[in-house]
C-alpha cells in the first residue's frame, strides 16, 4: 500500500480525485493506524469499520462516475466528535446519560459533509457535554495525546494528530478543541459564531460554542469549513453573512499583540517565547506587528465562564430520564427519577457547571445578565481595536496544563487554561490556532489568531503564510509508538 | 368603609396556527397521543427552534386590534423549571421584550363603559399534557400540545367586578375569533384565565396583595372566583390579618380556591434570554402589511350593519354571533336585494336552528345563495314571512333548493284578491261570535279571525292583502 501517512486531506484528495488511491485503501490505512495507535491514544468511542469501507466503495462509484456533487475532500476518511448526531448512530456527546442514544436526525454539518463524499471512521471521545479543559471529563475515558499518553485531549484532535483521521469536527464551546490542538501539534479552526449550523450536535454552551474544525494543515482546516458553513433553515442563529473566500495578501497585514496576555502571571515563558518568535516570522513575511489592549480584559474570563455555566445548567436540565438517556428505574416518585438519574449519569465536573449556573442564573446573583452586558462591551470594544487591526496574536494556553493525574481541581484548571481562548467564544470570534514549535517538556506549542467577525480569510492567509514556510504541520509521522 | 376589587386577568390563547410555534409538527387538537412530535418539541439534544412567522402574525393582528404598541425589536426568553411535561426544562416565552405592550379594551356592563388597560402580549410556547392514571401510579404524558403556539394576555389591575371580568372575557375572545387567530374553546384548553385579585378600601390607593386563581374552567366560574377570592380577603382583613402573597387553584365544584404555593415556595425560573433564536426585528412595513390585511372587528361589524344597513342593534348583535355567522351574513345580504330580509332570516331563523341543533360555528354551513334566493321570494311578495321560516329551516336542515321547493310544495304566496276575498267572506260566515265580538270592540277578535283567513288559506295568504279585505268587509 501507498505510503498515505504523510498526505494532507487536500493532497489525499487529489490523489483520489485523480484515482491514483482509492477511496478504500484510504480508509484502509487509517483503519491499520487506528490498529496500531488506538490502544495507546483511544480517540474514538465507537469505530464504524464495516461502515467506512462500504461508504468508501459507495463514494468510489461516485469518484469514478466523475460526480460534480463531490468535494475536494470526497473519500478522505475523516471522524466526528461524539457531540455531532447521525441519525440511528450512537450519539453520547461524552456523557453515561446519552450513552445509549440514537438520535433519529442528522446533524447538518454532517449532511453536508456527506453530500460531498465524506467517509466517516467513527466518533471521537470529548469532554463530557463538550466542558473540560482538553477532553479529561468524557465519561468513557479520555482520549490521549499522542506525543505524550500522560495527556488527555480532545479525541477529535486526538484522532488527527494520530494519524487516523486526515481531518474531524468537534464542538468549540470551551475552547477545549484549540487547547488540545495546540498541545498536539495539528491545527485548528474556529468560526465565528453563527457561521456553521449547530443543528445536531449536542448543546453545552449555546452561545459561545461553534463547531470547530481539526486538520494537518490550516489549508485542510479552511476547505472543510466550505463545505459546512452556510445558512441553515434548521438553525435560525446561523448567519447570512458571506465570508469572504479571496485571500489577502500578507503585505501590511495588520496583527495586534494583547500585551496583557503575554506578561501574564502564570505565563510560562517557553511558550511565550515560542509564540513571539512566530510572530517575528510573520513580520518577516510582511505583517505589521503591534501592541494592543483588550477591552476590559479582567472581566471577560469571568464573563465567559458565567455564560457557560448558565447556559450549560439550562442546556443539559433536559435530560430528566423521562424520554432517552439513562432513567433510574427503581425510584418511588419523579422527584427521585430526577434526582438518581441525574446522580448516576452525569460526571462530577458537569455537576459543578450546572449547580454554578444554577446560582449565576437565579435572580438574587443575576451574574448571567451581568455577564451578558460584560460581552456588549467587550464586542463594543473590540469593534475599536479591529479598526486598527485584523487579528489578535496571542499563545493559546499560558502553560502547559497539568497531566491527567495531577490535576487538582478540574473546574479551576478549566477556568486557568481558558485565559486566551475564552475571547473568542465570548465575543462569537473566529479563530485558528497553528503550531509553532516545542515545548521543553517535549509537547508542541502553537500560537493563536483572532479576526473581527467572518474574518476568516484573513486568518488563513497569515496562518497558511505561516506553515508554507515553517513547515511545522505535517507532524504525526515523526512520532512513532 | 366599603372595600373595592383590583383585579388583572391574564388569559392564555393558543393560536390557530397550522403548525407549531418552533417546529413544522402540526398544530391540532384531539389526534393520538405523541403522534405530531418531532426532535424539535420533544426536546432532543442539539434540535433547535426555528421562529413560525405565522405566530407573530398573529401576534401582531391581536396587538394591533388591541391598540398596542408593537416592538421594534422583540426576543425570546427560557423560562426553567422542571416538570416531565416540558420536556427541555425550559419553557421559550418572552420576558424582557415582549411583542407588544400598552394596549387597551373597552368593556360595558350594567353599570360602567370603561377600559381595560392591557399591560403586554407575548409569545410563547405550550406544555406536553399529563394524563394521571386514576389508580395505578403511573402518569402519561402526550406531547402533541408541546410547542403549540401561545399568546399570553396581561391587563393591568383595571378590574374592579366579576362582570366587568366577564365582559372583558367576552369581548376578548369574540375579537380573537373575528381576528382568526384562535378558536378560543375554553373546554379544550385554546382559552385559559388566570386571575390576579386584590382588594381595598374605597378611596384607598393601596390594594391588599394579589392572589393568583388559576384551574378556571368557564367565564361564569370566573365570576365566582373572583367573589370568593374578594370576600375572603375582606374577611381576613377586617378581622386584623395579613393576605399572603400565594397561588390558589380554582375549585368550582366546592366553590372555594386551594392554595397551591405561597411565596415562600414560589418557583425560581431563572429566567435567561433565548441563545438560540436572534432577535427578531419587527419593521414599519410587517406591521402595515398586517394592519392592512386586518379583518374587520365585530363591534365595527354592529355599527356598520346597523348604520349602512338598517338592521337592529338585537340583530346586529346576533349576526356578529361568531365569525361564521357574520360572514354567512354578508355573503347572503350581498346576494340579496334587500339585506334587512337577509338579515331577519339568519338571525332569526338560522340562529334559533343552531341553538336548537347545537350546531357549533364551525360546522355552521348553510348555503348563502339559497338564502339569498328565499330573502329575495320574500322580498318581492312570492312568498309570506311565515313560508318563509319553513323554507328556511328546509334550506337548514336539508340543503333544498327554495325556488324548487315553493314550487313543488305549491307554497306561493296567494295574492288574487278574488280567492282572498272568498277565503275572508267563508270565515266571516263561519266565525259569527268572533265577528260580534269584534263588532263590540274586542280588537283582539280581529286577529283570531286573520289566523283564520291565513289557516283556510293554508298559510300562503298575503298578509297585508287578508288584512285589508277583512278591515273592508268587516268595518265597510
Known amino acids: 500500500m501507498k505510503n498515505l501517512e504523510s498526505l494532507t486531506a487536500l493532497e489525499l484528495g487529489e490523489l483520489i480525485r485523480r484515482r491514483a488511491v482509492s477511496c478504500e485503501e484510504a480508509v484502509r490505512h487509517c483503519l491499520e493506524v487506528m490498529e496500531r495507535r488506538?490502544?495507546?491514544?483511544?480517540?474514538?468511542?465507537?469505530?464504524?469499520?464495516?461502515?467506512?469501507?462500504?461508504?468508501?466503495?459507495?463514494?468510489?462509484?461516485?469518484?469514478?462516475?466523475?460526480?460534480?456533487?463531490?468535494?475536494?475532500?470526497?473519500?478522505?476518511?475523516?471522524?466526528?466528535?461524539?457531540?455531532?448526531?447521525?441519525?440511528?448512530?450512537?450519539?453520547?456527546?461524552?456523557?453515561?446519560?446519552?450513552?445509549?442514544?440514537?438520535?433519529?436526525?442528522?446533524a447538518t454539518v454532517w449532511e453536508r459533509l456527506k453530500t460531498g463524499g465524506a467517509v466517516l471512521l467513527g466518533k471521537t471521545a470529548l469532554d463530557e457535554f463538550g466542558m473540560g479543559v482538553s477532553g479529561e471529563t468524557c465519561a468513557f475515558g479520555p482520549a490521549r495525546n499522542v506525543w505524550d499518553n500522560r495527556w488527555a485531549l480532545d479525541g477529535s484532535v486526538a484522532a488527527v494528530a494520530g494519524g487516523e483521521a486526515f481531518y474531524a469536527l468537534g464542538s468549540d464551546g470551551t475552547g477545549a478543541l484549540r487547547r488540545s490542538a495546540a498541545m498536539a501539534g495539528v491545527s485548528s479552526l474556529r468560526p465565528t459564531w453563527g457561521t456553521v449550523s449547530r443543528y445536531g450536535v449536542v448543546s453545552g454552551t449555546s452561545s459561545l460554542e461553534q463547531v470547530g474544525v481539526v486538520g494537518r494543515t490550516i489549508s485542510d482546516c479552511a476547505q472543510v469549513l466550505a463545505l459546512i458553513r452556510g445558512r441553515d433553515h434548521r438553525d435560525s442563529t446561523t448567519s447570512q453573512v458571506q465570508l469572504a473566500d479571496e485571500r489577502s495578501s500578507m503585505q501590511e497585514m495588520k496583527i495586534g499583540l494583547p500585551d496583557c496576555y503575554f506578561h501574564q502571571e502564570g505565563m510560562d515563558p517557553c511558550i511565550k517565547e515560542r509564540v513571539l518568535s512566530a510572530a517575528k516570522q510573520l513580520e518577516g513575511l510582511g505583517a505589521v506587528l503591534f501592541p494592543v489592549e483588550l477591552p476590559i480584559v479582567d472581566l471577560i474570563l469571568p464573563a465567559y465562564f458565567a455564560i457557560a455555566c448558565g447556559e450549560a445548567s439550562s442546556n443539559l436540565a433536559r435530560y430528566d430520564g423521562i424520554r432517552y438517556g439513562y432513567s433510574a428505574n427503581d425510584v418511588e416518585n419523579l422527584q427521585e427519577l430526577y434526582i438518581q438519574s441525574r446522580s448516576r449519569a452525569l460526571g462530577n465536573q458537569i455537576k459543578k457547571y450546572i449547580l454554578l449556573g444554577n446560582l449565576f442564573l437565579s435572580e438574587k446573583e443575576n451574574c448571567y445578565n451581568k455577564a451578558l452586558q460584560v460581552r456588549e462591551l467587550v464586542v463594543q470594544g473590540l469593534d475599536n481595536l479591529f479598526d486598527r487591526c485584523d487579528m489578535i496574536l496571542s499563545p493559546v494556553v499560558p502553560s502547559i496544563p497539568l497531566p491527567m493525574e495531577e490535576k487538582p481541581s478540574q473546574l479551576l484548571e478549566c477556568y486557568r487554561q481558558s485565559a486566551f481562548t475564552a475571547l473568542a467564544n465570548l465575543a462569537g470570534l473566529p479563530a485558528v490556532t497553528v503550531p509553532c514549535g516545542y515545548h521543553s517538556e517535549g509537547l508542541p506549542i502553537s500560537f493563536q489568531l483572532i479576526g473581527k467577525p467572518y474574518g476568516e480569510g484573513k486568518l488563513l492567509t497569515v496562518a497558511d503564510a505561516y506553515q508554507k514556510t515553517d513547515g511545522f504541520s505535517k507532524t504525526s509521522g515523526e512520532v512513532e509508538a | 368603609m366599603s372595600w373595592e376589587m383590583v383585579a388583572g386577568v391574564e388569559v392564555h390563547v393558543e393560536l390557530a396556527t397550522k403548525t407549531k410555534v418552533f417546529c413544522g409538527c402540526a398544530n391540532a387538537f384531539g389526534a393520538e397521543p405523541n403522534t405530531f412530535i418531532c426532535p424539535v418539541c420533544t426536546g432532543m439534544p442539539g434540535a433547535l427552534p426555528t421562529l413560525n412567522r405565522q405566530v407573530v402574525n398573529y401576534a401582531l393582528r391581536a396587538g394591533l386590534a388591541l391598540g398596542c404598541d408593537i416592538a421594534p425589536q422583540t426576543a425570546f426568553d427560557r423560562k426553567n423549571y422542571f416538570y416531565p411535561d416540558l420536556p427541555k426544562a425550559y419553557q421559550i416565552s418572552q420576558l424582557s421584550l415582549p411583542i407588544c405592550q400598552n394596549g387597551s379594551l373597552e368593556i360595558e356592563t350594567k353599570q360602567v363603559t370603561k377600559q381595560i388597560r392591557i399591560r403586554q402580549i407575548h409569545i410563547e410556547e405550550d406544555t406536553g399534557k399529563l394524563t394521571h392514571h386514576p389508580t395505578q401510579p403511573y402518569t402519561l404524558v402526550d406531547f402533541n400540545r408541546c410547542g403549540v403556539p401561545l399568546l399570553e394576555i396581561v391587563s393591568q389591575p383595571d378590574i374592579s367586578d366579576a362582570d366587568e371580568a366577564i365582559a372583558y372575557l367576552e369581548n376578548l375572545r369574540e375579537i380573537l375569533l373575528?381576528?382568526?387567530?384562535?378558536?378560543?374553546?375554553?373546554?379544550?384548553?385554546?382559552?385559559?384565565?388566570?386571575?390576579?385579585?386584590?382588594?381595598?378600601?374605597?378611596?384607598?390607593?393601596?390594594?391588599?396583595?394579589?392572589?393568583?386563581?388559576?384551574?378556571?374552567?368557564?367565564?361564569?366560574?370566573?365570576?365566582?372566583?373572583?367573589?370568593?377570592?374578594?370576600?375572603?380577603?375582606?374577611?381576613?382583613?377586617?378581622?386584623?390579618?395579613?393576605?399572603?402573597?400565594?397561588?390558589?387553584?380554582?375549585?368550582?365544584?366546592?366553590?372555594?380556591?386551594?392554595?397551591?404555593?405561597?411565596?415562600?415556595?414560589?418557583?425560581?425560573?431563572?429566567?435567561?434570554?433565548?441563545?438560540?433564536?436572534?432577535?427578531?426585528?419587527?419593521?414599519?412595513?410587517?406591521?402595515?402589511?398586517?394592519?392592512?390585511?386586518?379583518?374587520?372587528?365585530?363591534?365595527?361589524?354592529?355599527?356598520?350593519?346597523?348604520?349602512?344597513?338598517?338592521?337592529?342593534?338585537?340583530?346586529?348583535?346576533?349576526?356578529?354571533?361568531?365569525?361564521?355567522?357574520?360572514?354567512?351574513?354578508?355573503?347572503?345580504?350581498?346576494?340579496?336585494?334587500?339585506?334587512?330580509?337577509?338579515?331577519?332570516?339568519?338571525?332569526?331563523?338560522?340562529?334559533?336552528?343552531?341553538?336548537?341543533?347545537?350546531?357549533?360555528?364551525?360546522?355552521?354551513?348553510?348555503?348563502?345563495?339559497?338564502?339569498?334566493?328565499?330573502?329575495?321570494?320574500?322580498?318581492?311578495?312570492?312568498?309570506?314571512?311565515?313560508?318563509?321560516?319553513?323554507?328556511?329551516?328546509?334550506?337548514?336542515?336539508?340543503?333544498?333548493?327554495?325556488?324548487?321547493?315553493?314550487?313543488?310544495?305549491?307554497?306561493?304566496?296567494?295574492?288574487?284578491?278574488?280567492?282572498?276575498?272568498?277565503?275572508?267572506?267563508?270565515?266571516?260566515?263561519?266565525?259569527?261570535?268572533?265577528?260580534?265580538?269584534?263588532?263590540?270592540?274586542?280588537?283582539?277578535?280581529?286577529?283570531?279571525?286573520?289566523?283564520?283567513?291565513?289557516?283556510?288559506?293554508?298559510?300562503?295568504?298575503?298578509?297585508?292583502?287578508?288584512?285589508?279585505?277583512?278591515?273592508?268587509?268587516?268595518?265597510?
Not at chain 1, 76 to 97: E, H, Q, Y
Not at chain 2, 286 to 298: A, F, N, S
Open chain 1, 38 to 106: 488506538e490502544p495507546r491514544i483511544s480517540a474514538f468511542l465507537e469505530i464504524s469499520r464495516e461502515k467506512a469501507l462500504s461508504d468508501a466503495k459507495e463514494v468510489q462509484k461516485r469518484v469514478d462516475a466523475d460526480d460534480q456533487t463531490l468535494s475536494p475532500l470526497a473519500g478522505v476518511p475523516m471522524a466526528l466528535s461524539d457531540s455531532i448526531c447521525i441519525r440511528d448512530l450512537k450519539t453520547t456527546g461524552g456523557s453515561r446519560m446519552l450513552q445509549n442514544f440514537h438520535p433519529p436526525y442528522s
Open chain 2, 178 to 476: 373575528f381576528l382568526g387567530v384562535s378558536d378560543c374553546k375554553m373546554q379544550e384548553g385554546s382559552l385559559r384565565v388566570d386571575l390576579n385579585v386584590s382588594v381595598r378600601r374605597q378611596g384607598s390607593k393601596e390594594p391588599s396583595v394579589p392572589t393568583e386563581l388559576k384551574n378556571i374552567n368557564s367565564f361564569q366560574a370566573v365570576g365566582r372566583a373572583m367573589r370568593w377570592e374578594a370576600a375572603r380577603q375582606i374577611q381576613v382583613l377586617e378581622a386584623g390579618g395579613k393576605i399572603q402573597r400565594e397561588t390558589r387553584r380554582w375549585d368550582d365544584a366546592n366553590n372555594r380556591g386551594i392554595v397551591l404555593r405561597s411565596k415562600e415556595e414560589a418557583e425560581q425560573y431563572r429566567y435567561m434570554p433565548e441563545p438560540d433564536l436572534p432577535v427578531l426585528v419587527i419593521d414599519h412595513g410587517w406591521i402595515e402589511r398586517v394592519q392592512r390585511e386586518l379583518p374587520e372587528l365585530p363591534r365595527e361589524k354592529r355599527i356598520r350593519y346597523q348604520k349602512e344597513m338598517g338592521i337592529s342593534h338585537q340583530q346586529a348583535c346576533t349576526l356578529t354571533g361568531s365569525p361564521q355567522m357574520a360572514a354567512l351574513f354578508e355573503q347572503t345580504a350581498a346576494l340579496c336585494r334587500n339585506p334587512r330580509e337577509a338579515a331577519h332570516l339568519i338571525a332569526g331563523e338560522v340562529a334559533r336552528l343552531c341553538t336548537e341543533t347545537a350546531t357549533r360555528p364551525e360546522d355552521l354551513k348553510v348555503d348563502a345563495k339559497k338564502l339569498a334566493a328565499l330573502a329575495d321570494m320574500i322580498d318581492s311578495g312570492r312568498i309570506n314571512r311565515t313560508v318563509g321560516k319553513e323554507v328556511a329551516e328546509r334550506i337548514f336542515r336539508l340543503n333544498v333548493d327554495p325556488e324548487t321547493y315553493v314550487a313543488e310544495h305549491g307554497l306561493a304566496m296567494v295574492s288574487d284578491p278574488n280567492v282572498v276575498e272568498a277565503a275572508v267572506r267563508r270565515v266571516l260566515r263561519e266565525q259569527t261570535k268572533s265577528v260580534a265580538d269584534y263588532r263590540n270592540g274586542k280588537e283582539r277578535a280581529f286577529g283570531y279571525l286573520v289566523g283564520q283567513v291565513m289557516k283556510s288559506l293554508k298559510g300562503k295568504g298575503d298578509p297585508a292583502l287578508v288584512h285589508r279585505v277583512l278591515h273592508q268587509l268587516l268595518d265597510g
